[in-house]
């Protein structure tokens, strides 16, 4: 996911994003455990995102006040 894709999204639509990416997560984690995932690295990629998210709302949050 592109750091630029994510400034242009309302916060509204960043807010979904960030649930539908920990819903990944946690799926993914799920098939981790029982030894079915074949790229970790997508365990990573996701955190990553959602840390990418989080910042995004959080200047977005701070720019109102």
């Known amino acids: 996911m592109k750091i630029s894709d994510l400034r242009d999204l309302s916060e509204e639509e960043l807010k979904s994003k960030e649930e ?3 819903d ?3 799926k993914l984690k799920f098939q981790h455990a029982l ?3 074949e790229n970790a ?3 990573k990629n996701l ?3 959602i840390a990418r998210i989080k ?3 959080k200047e977005k949050s701070e720019g109102k006040k």
Do not use: H, S
């Open 20 to 22: 539908e990416v920990k």
């Open 24 to 26: 990944q997560l946690f």
């Open 47 to 49: 955190k990553r995102d």
């Open 55 to 57: 910042t995004i709302l």
């Open 35 to 37: 030894g079915q995932l």
């Open 41 to 43: 690295l997508k365990l």
